[in-house]
Each structure stands twice: as C-alpha cells, then as structure tokens.
C-alpha cells in the first residue's frame, strides 16, 4: 500500500504523459475510482447538510417550545403568590424555572 496522495499521483501521470508515457490502464481505472468516491461523498455532503438543516429547524422549535413553558412557569409561579400553595410544588417550579 502506497501513502502517495492524490495530487501526487495526478502529478505523477501528467509527469509520465509529458514525457511521452501512454496513460496505462491502471490510470483509469484510478480515474474512475476517484470520480465515483468524489459522488459518492458529494452525495453524502448532500444527505448531511439536509439532516443538519433538519436538526436546526428542530433546535430552533424546541427552544420556541423552551421559551413558552420557562413563560408559563413564571406566570405561574407568579400566581402561587395570591394563593397557598404546598412547598412542593413550589420547589418543582423552582427547580424546572433552573433547568434541573
């Protein structure tokens, strides 16, 4: 197995070609690996920018959802003030307003 990369041995064949070298079988068939691979992860660049563009269009909804609930626990702690309420339930207000 070689380490060579792919600029070199594109240099390498142009190399050979100049110097009036046939381009040999083996040169295709790495041209056409290349080409495939290069569709291949064009293809899988494809596939994660829409499942990225899904994850930020669900982010964005849960933080909108976020924002409603941390809305409707201030509201109601707020209107545990007016009226007894158990210590209970107000450290489970307390606790999800922090997050935990």
């Given at each position: 197995?070689?380490?060579?990369?792919?600029?070199?041995?594109?240099?390498?064949?142009?190399?050979?070609?100049?110097?009036?070298?046939?381009?040999?079988?083996?040169?295709?068939?790495?041209?056409?690996?290349?080409?495939?691979?290069?569709?291949?992860?064009e293809?899988?660049?494809?596939?994660?920018?829409?499942?990225?563009?899904?994850?930020?269009?669900?982010?964005?909804?849960?933080?909108?959802?976020?924002?409603?609930?941390?809305?409707?626990?201030?509201?109601?702690?707020?209107?545990?003030?007016?009226?007894?309420?158990?210590?209970n339930?107000?450290?489970?207000?307390?606790?999800?307003?922090?997050?935990?």
């Open positions: 197995m070689t380490t060579e990369t792919n600029e070199e041995r594109v240099r390498k064949i142009i190399a050979d070609r100049k110097s009036g070298y046939p381009l040999l079988n083996k040169d295709f068939d790495w041209f056409i690996q290349q080409a495939e691979r290069a569709q291949e992860l293809e899988l660049n494809i596939s994660l920018s829409e499942e990225s563009r899904g994850n930020f269009q669900a982010a964005s909804k849960y933080k909108r959802e976020n924002a409603c609930l941390r809305e409707a626990l201030e509201e109601i702690k707020f209107q545990t003030t007016f009226v007894e309420t158990s210590d339930v107000l450290e489970a207000i307390e606790q999800a307003l922090k997050g935990e």
